[in-house]
């Protein structure tokens, strides 16, 4: 499945086509109540997560596990791997990658929206998928991608593990003065975790991410920090995870 962008508001002058790779899906056990996309990091596929996420027991969600594209990435020295966008290093200084990103939102956004208009969509996604997953949220309460095109789906919940928040420096000042960006931001359900052992993705860029959100105007924003905890994930962060779905997105069935 490819996605073509376009970068610059309104030019057609560069385009640039990213083919993603395979969606494995993890269909709903009990009644379809709500589809979430979940976002794998870094060199990774849709498919391992897919293996942890059909597990989980949430019987009414919908998993939509997609593979990133292909691609040279800078923090590898330009060599190619699957990757939502293009990093050479995770800092809120770094420079963003916002046509890769773009990229990325439009086709989660695009495998939303297909689904009945009674189910409750979410992303979400570990280390670089989660840095997407907040990203989409962004756009989500703005009301478009970073190229000004209009973002189409609503979102119910966001999680981001072990990640952090792309674009973080113009986020205020692109929701500054809109007063349906703060409202869509202070009802919005986000849950940040991260491991405060991780070595790949500082737990700084993590609660700093937080805090830009928070700041922005993201109220309804859980944080959770986990001693000990590297770049991975634990039965008590997915527990967590199951939790918070449960609670904010309303699924019946009690989460045991």
């Not at 391992?48 to 593979?67: A, D, G, R, V």
């Not at 791997?81 to 420079?95: L, M, Q, R």
């Not at 970073?146 to 119910?156: E, I, M, Q, R």
């Not at 003065?177 to 991260?194: F, K």
Request: charged share 15%.
């Amino acid at each position: 499945m490819s996605n073509t962008t376009t970068s610059g508001s309104g030019s057609r002058s560069t385009m640039k086509t990213f083919e993603f790779g395979r969606t494995h899906v993890v269909r709903p056990k009990g009644q379809h109540q709500a589809t979430i996309v979940w976002l794998h990091g870094l060199g990774d596929k849709g498919s391992s997560w897919s293996q942890l996420l059909e597990t989980l027991p949430l019987p009414n969600i919908k998993w939509i596990c997609p593979t990133a594209p292909t691609r040279p990435v800078a923090i590898f020295g330009g060599f190619p791997c699957t990757a939502w966008f293009d990093v050479g290093d995770i800092s809120e200084d770094g420079p963003d990658d916002l046509e890769g990103l773009d990229a990325s939102a439009a086709h989660v956004a695009n495998l939303l929206s297909t689904e009945p208009a009674d189910i409750k969509l979410g992303v979400g996604g570990f280390s670089m998928g989660a840095a997407t997953a907040l990203y989409s949220a962004t756009c989500r309460v703005i009301g478009q991608y970073g190229n000004g095109n209009l973002y189409p789906v609503n979102l119910n919940a966001v999680v981001g593990l072990s990640g952090w928040l792309p674009c973080a420096r113009t986020l205020r000042s692109r929701m500054e003065g809109s007063h349906e960006a703060a409202r869509h931001a202070a009802s919005l359900p986000v849950l940040v975790c991260h491991g405060l052992g991780d070595d790949v993705v500082a737990y700084k860029h993590g609660e700093k991410s937080a805090q830009t959100l928070n700041s922005a105007g993201f109220r309804n924003l859980t944080f959770k920090a986990y001693n000990g905890l590297g770049h991975y994930t634990v039965p008590e962060e997915t527990d967590e995870v199951c939790n918070w779905l449960t609670a904010r997105l309303r699924l019946e069935g009690s989460y045991s």
